[in-house]
């Protein structure tokens, strides 16, 4: 069986990676697309061999050939959007971050729990080759024990008339809910979860009403401590995103940290010498493969909903401690 996928949202991140991985994966195929504009969304569909276009979600939610929907609208819509496909019998992979509160996330996954399909938040990060790397080259102990950690990604993003992820109220936040998740759920992904979280999070070069600047202090439960940045008032220069673990017998250092493939630089460096590494796939792709290929076996699918709900706490969190000034324990599972 191959899974029909639905777009709801089919804008900047669908048309330049999601829409184009459905086409491209062995066991998915893009069924339909919604956006308000219809023949938006019929020039959509066209362009990526999409077999009907919609511009009202319960048209295509009510398609029979949609199977799965890829939820990328802005962060508001993200509950309602899953709700709504829930009720339709649709499985849901939803956009990080994967709503604007942990209570959202918790009624999400509610409402998919009950309608009996699989919830999945986009990590996509997950299916770089080199975080997966890494994670086995911990898990291993190519360098000991692990116990520091940095994960920073940084651009300039100024002020645009309209722009959703510079709205808190449409967004949830600025750079730590933007780019800070990516970080977040990528050092998560290797070295389990996190037990508290001391931050500063301000708006420091720009007029807009979220963070553009934040700089997490972790605590793991593993003791690890690890440094997160993230913000939206750095220019972009060579190697100024990466991810870095430092541990009893060396490091790794891998850069860039949010790469849309896995091509980059991966470097183990021990007392012992140096080793290098070079990948060739695709996040997008392999994310959409792993996903259909659980939807077909009805097993466990790759980064499910409780995920996005771990990582938001952690953000919730940082929020929490740059309000107070205080290290805030990140609140435990009430899914």
């Known amino acids: 069986m191959t899974i029909g996928w639905g777009i709801l949202g089919a804008g900047d991140i669908a048309r330049k990676q ?66 709504a496909a829930a009720r339709a019998g649709k499985h849901v992979l939803v956009e990080k971050p994967m709503a604007l509160s942990t209570a959202e996330c918790s009624a999400m996954l509610a409402a998919c729990r009950a309608a009996g399909v699989r919830l999945m938040v986009s990590y996509y990060q997950r299916f770089n080759a080199r975080h997966q790397q890494v994670r086995e080259l911990v898990a291993h102990g190519a360098i000991g024990q692990v116990t520091m950690a940095q994960a920073r990604q940084v651009f300039l993003y100024p002020p645009e008339a309209g722009n ?50 934040a700089t997490l202090l972790l605590r793991f439960q593993s003791g690890v401590q690890a440094v997160v940045s993230a913000a939206f008032s750095i220019a972009s220069v060579p190697d100024s995103d990466y991810l870095e673990l430092c541990g009893t017998g060396g490091r790794i250092w891998t850069a860039p940290l949010n790469a849309k493939d896995s091509r980059g630089a991966l470097r183990v460096l021990t007392p012992a010498g140096e080793h290098q590494f070079t990948y060739e796939q695709g996040t997008h792709r392999a994310m959409i493969e792993a ?25 919730e969190a940082a929020y929490a401690s740059a309000r107070t000034g205080r290290w805030v324990r990140v609140a435990g599972p009430t899914m």
Request: glycine share 10%; proline share 4%; hydrophobic share 50%.
């Open 164 to 213: 959703w992820r510079q709205d808190p109220a449409r967004g949830g936040g600025g750079a730590l809910m933007d780019v800070g998740v990516h970080c977040l759920d990528t050092l998560r992904f290797i070295l389990g979860e996190v037990e508290a979280v001391a931050a500063q999070v301000a708006t420091l070069a720009f007029p807009y009403a979220v963070d553009d600047t």
């Open 291 to 315: 996903i259909s290929a659980s939807l077909e076996a009805g097993s466990a699918v790759p980064v499910p909903g409780e995920e996005g709900w771990r990582g938001l706490a952690v953000i």
């Open 18 to 83: 999601t829409a184009r991985a459905i086409g491209a994966a062995r066991n998915a195929r893009l069924a339909a697309v919604l956006r308000r504009d219809l023949a938006a969304a019929r020039a959509f569909a066209d362009e990526f061999g999409a077999d009907r276009a919609y511009d009202q979600i319960d048209a295509l939610l009510a398609d029979p050939a949609v199977h799965a929907v890829y939820i990328a609208t802005p962060v508001h819509l993200h509950a309602g959007h899953t709700l």
